[in-house]
């Protein structure tokens, strides 16, 4: 069956960096776009960013726009999340997601 697990997540400080992954398994990894989103404390669930199969293209959402970065090891069928200069609106749980699919989550906490 399909199984998305992301790990990574931590309290950080502001203007810090963490790096999350999304480890995979279940079907053909580089056949498909993948997601990342996340979900703050009494808010609705956001798109962080994306990445296609074939030539990993990625879009942001504006808010994380040239602070994050999501790659793609297709040999390892596992997903990032590179997030740097990170803020305290940036605390959430942070989800992968991959068709249907989603992962239960990582909780990251930006907090001085």
């Known amino acids: 069956q399909v199984q998305l697990v992301e790990s990574g997540g931590g309290l950080v400080q502001p203007g810090g960096s963490l790096r999350l992954s999304c480890a995979t398994s279940?079907?053909?990894?580089?056949?498909?776009?993948l997601r990342w989103y996340r979900q703050a404390p009494g808010k609705e669930r956001e798109l962080v960013g994306y990445?296609?199969?074939?030539?990993?293209?990625?879009g942001y959402a504006d808010s994380v726009k040239g602070r994050f970065t999501i790659s793609r090891d297709n040999a390892k069928k596992i997903m990032y999340l590179q997030m740097n200069s990170l803020k305290p609106e940036d605390t959430a749980v942070y989800f992968c997601?991959?068709?249907?699919?989603w992962g239960k989550g990582t909780l990251v906490t930006v907090s001085s």
């Open positions: 997601n991959a068709m249907q699919y």
């Open positions: 279940g079907f053909i990894f580089s056949n498909y776009a």
């Open positions: 990445i296609t199969n074939g030539a990993g293209e990625t």
